[in-house]
């Protein structure tokens, strides 16, 4: 990252500041732009939350947060300037009279005003309509929005209706922290700053695509909100349709929000339904049971503290999902994601075709298809595997698969990768809409999404299990087994 001079000065307000994605993750984002000297000198963070604290106390909740999740020693000079900055506000989210409060805290000054919603959905509007009634809404001033964005399309029709009638689009940001990571950025440059895949990224050439990502936690004490969401509206609606849109996309006109944006919208709208009719061929899904993760035996689903034991929720999910356009007939993109898995995964890889005669059968008899790996998790980078000759003086040509391998901590000295959310907390200040999610393509992603989880319902089967510590149930294998491939793992 460079330092910027094209940022104005801004008052970012952090709504349930004290909360658990505050201090594990904005609040470190905010103190790496601090390292980097990315934020305005004349900015301020305005913590707001239900609590009672002073300054001094609020000030020693960001320091122990930073001390918690930041992995490397703390630059000091950079925690005394973010220090600086803090302001704390106590405030009740739903009592209009609490943000003139607010109004206070914030009257000082002209400054754009960043306002970060790190609370339940289900509160948005009473901040939105509480901001309003103090008059600390102008044109000029930005909201973030954090997932999940509902949990159908008509709950986040709701949502996002009651945040559109004081903030318009432009000023909207929607946050899918996958588009903030290095490895799902640079999809765009792989695809079109490379000739190599620019032209042999299409039907023609590529065989299918899988992408997963697998997790090795359970549901850490979250069980009132995982069990009505489960993977589905966790993962799959967002994450991976935001990938998997990155991947399939049309080339846009430039890197504008608009563009790219409208490219995006594009693919998920030609996903092919998945409905009643097919869902038993198109996804599997699953809810972990006892299991062992490094040898160590962890409960199941139904067993974890809390549990609600008829549940059928999912905790894995695979999808077979396919794009009716003229670039993907016939490509299938295969899905899988899932909680208690044997690691913490995430990867795309990219089979392409298998060339069509084969010269080197004496020293191969079948030569496997290339392929390309971009790993977004752990150890960011990207792997291309291709065939190369041995070396020796043998008459005979031996050849065998080697891998190009650019990790990313190796390819750039050790360089830190950047956290999603420092990037995406540098575009909100910069104004940049990019790498955030449109209301289409929210709404189109739950459209399909709501399609998959009423077939669900209708079958009224439930899910299948599988062991902790395993990549899922045996059905998933039979889902890209039946068109003779296999998951990668």
Request: charged share 25%.
């Amino acid at each position: 990252m460079k330092t910027t001079d094209y940022q104005t000065a801004s008052e970012i307000v952090i709504f349930g500041a004290l909360g658990d994605l505050s201090r594990r993750k904005l609040l470190p984002a905010l103190y790496q732009l601090e390292v980097c000297n990315l934020i305005h000198k004349d900015s301020r963070i305005v913590g707001a939350a239900r609590q009672e604290h002073s300054l001094d106390e609020f000030k020693e909740i960001v320091l122990e947060s930073l001390q918690s999740f930041v992995k490397e020693e703390l630059n000091q000079e950079a925690v005394d300037r973010l220090i600086q900055r803090l302001v704390y506000q106590q405030l009740d989210f739903k009592n209009k009279v609490s943000f003139g409060n607010l109004y206070q805290a914030l009257v000082n000054g002209n400054k754009t005003r960043v306002y970060y919603f790190s609370t339940p959905p289900a509160i948005y509007g009473d901040i939105c309509h509480g901001l309003n009634d103090a008059s600390l809404i102008t044109d000029a001033d930005r909201v973030v929005m954090e997932k999940p964005i509902g949990h159908s399309l008509e709950s986040s029709k709701v949502i996002n209706d009651q945040v559109a009638e004081f903030f318009k689009e432009e000023q909207t940001y929607r946050i899918d922290h996958y588009l903030g990571k290095e490895t799902v950025l640079n999809l765009m440059v792989l695809r079109f700053a490379n000739s190599l895949f620019t032209n042999n990224w299409d039907r023609n050439s590529i065989d299918h695509v899988q992408i997963t990502v697998a997790e090795s936690v359970g549901i850490e004490g979250r069980w009132g909100f995982y069990d009505e969401a489960g993977q589905m509206r966790d993962m799959v609606q967002n994450h991976l349709l935001q990938i998997l849109s990155l991947l399939a996309m049309e080339p846009p006109a430039d890197l504008s929000a608009m563009s790219v944006r409208d490219e995006k919208l594009k693919v998920v709208k030609a996903l092919r339904p998945i409905n009643r009719d097919n869902i038993k061929e198109k996804t599997v899904r699953g809810q972990y049971a006892d299991g062992f993760l490094n040898g160590v035996a962890v409960p199941g689903y139904l067993n974890e503290e809390g549990a609600n034991q008829a549940s059928k929720t999912e905790t894995f999910v695979a999808i077979k999902a396919e794009i009716d356009n003229w670039r993907w007939k016939d490509v299938p993109f295969y899905l899988r994601t899932g909680k208690r898995m044997p690691i913490k995964h995430s990867e795309i890889v990219v089979h392409f075709k298998q060339q069509p005669h084969n010269i080197f059968k004496e020293s191969y008899s079948e030569l496997p298809a290339n392929k390309l790996t971009i790993r977004l998790q752990p150890d960011e980078g990207v792997e291309l595997q291709m065939m190369n000759k041995i070396p020796g003086i043998a008459s005979q040509m031996n050849i065998q698969e080697n891998k190009l391998d650019l990790s990313f901590s190796e390819t750039y000295n050790n360089e830190r990768v950047v956290d999603a959310y420092e990037r995406l907390m540098l575009e909100v200040l910069n104004g940049n809409q990019s790498l955030f999610v449109s209301r289409d393509e929210v709404e189109a992603a739950w459209l399909w999404a709501d399609s998959i989880i009423d077939a669900w319902q209708g079958t009224n089967e439930e899910p299948k299990p599988y062991a902790a510590g395993s990549w899922g149930p045996v059905s998933s294998i039979s889902l890209i087994a039946r068109d003779d491939r296999q998951w990668v793992e």
